[in-house]
């Protein structure tokens, strides 16, 4: 079973990186690695705090609004930024692009 699922990991990677990356149209995608990042933390950060409110929910029609959110973020939005993560980092390794990008912040210089 271990060996199966090596061999399926090795050969997606085998095909994702001898084939140009994907369309990324209609996806969340970001300018940077970490932008999505965030954006997943912030995304992670409100499916937690929308589950503690169900628990404290009084009615079944609150539970039941908050149930839908959380489907929504967790079905919807955190796979469409996942897929975003997976094809910039496709990106990067198809176009030998550095993760790190250009600083263009001009801290403690003197603009004339």
């Not at 990042?37 to 950060?45: A, P, Q, S, T």
């Not at 839908?68 to 198809?94: S, T």
């Amino acid at each position: 079973m271990t060996t199966e699922i090596c061999d399926l990991i090795y050969r997606e990677i085998a095909l994702r990186f001898d084939s140009e990356p994907e369309n990324i149209d209609g996806l969340e995608f970001s300018d940077n690695l970490a932008e999505i990042i965030e954006k997943l933390i912030i995304l992670h950060i409100r499916i937690w705090k929308m589950e503690d409110s169900v628990s404290e929910a009084k009615d079944d029609k609150s539970v039941a609004d908050l149930k839908k959110k959380i489907d929504f973020l967790f079905k919807i939005k955190r796979p469409k930024l996942l897929c975003a993560l997976n094809l910039l980092i496709d990106n990067y390794v198809y176009n030998s692009k550095p993760f790190r990008e250009e600083n263009v912040k001009f801290y403690n210089c003197k603009l004339q």
